[in-house]
């Protein structure tokens, strides 16, 4: 069998705007921590310094097609899908 997770953590001041009920993120690992992540040696206190939200500048935030939950929609893995789309309805809601 495979088994996978997603960790979690507190949401940054970025995704708490979009996921705002449980104010949750995935943890995301910096690139320079990729290997001590995935070795052996880290300390309990090592792995949850990782945990910590990363810095919400050092993300993006955009809309994207709504074909990425369409189940008529098979392969989701297409440029179009995840580029950046915009909705003129939204607009209205930043006024």
Request: hydrophobic fraction near 35%.
């Amino acid at each position: 069998k495979t088994a996978y997770t997603v960790l979690t953590t507190r949401a940054n001041s970025l995704m708490e705007k979009i996921h705002n009920s449980k104010k949750r993120m995935p943890v995301i690992i910096p690139r320079e921590y990729e290997q001590d992540w995935i070795g052996s040696r880290l300390t309990r206190d090592d792995v949850l310094a990782l945990c910590e939200p990363i810095d919400s500048k050092l993300m993006d935030a955009y809309t994207i097609s709504k074909m990425i939950t369409d189940k008529r929609v098979e392969d989701k893995n297409q440029p179009e899908i995840t580029r950046r789309f915009e909705y003129p309805e939204l607009a209205l809601l930043d006024g």
